[in-house]
Nanobody
Framework: VQLVESGGGLVQFGGSLRLSCAASGFTFSRYNMKWYRQALGKERELVASISSAGGTTGYAAAVKGRFTISRDNVKNTVYLEMNSLKSADTAVYFC?????????WGQGTQVTVSS
């Protein structure tokens, strides 16, 4: 089982980034997918979630209206489109796959927003 995040980097305040998380080793289309983030010295927090078929999404209040989660069940990939980035969005972003008792995590990708 692998979840590999990519797309992080350094971006200016107000800029955009698109994170990807490529999944392998399990039946991706059965799993609800989530993006979490963890800023330095803070607890990991849920950012966005998407149901297995993609019909239901949810967002943390801090990112609602700026971030969009989506998935491609043919490419086994989940995305996080991030717009209007703020310094408070600086964190390591992790993708998570969850189904029944299975709970998988990626290694994370760093997003740094410069002011």
């Amino acid at each position: 089982v692998q979840l590999v995040e990519s797309g992080g980097g350094l971006v200016q305040f107000g800029g955009s980034l698109r994170l990807s998380c490529a999944a392998s080793g399990f039946t991706f289309s059965r799993y609800n997918m989530k993006w979490y983030r963890q800023a330095l010295g803070k607890e990991r927090e849920l950012v966005a979630s998407i149901s297995s078929a993609g019909g239901t999404t949810g967002y943390a209040a801090a990112v609602k209206g700026r971030f969009t989660i989506s998935r491609d069940n043919v490419k086994n990939t989940v995305y996080l489109e991030m717009n209007s980035l703020k310094s408070a969005d600086t964190a390591v972003y992790f993708c998570n796959a969850r189904f029944l008792n299975n709970d998988y995590w990626g290694q994370g990708t760093q997003v740094t927003v410069s002011s």
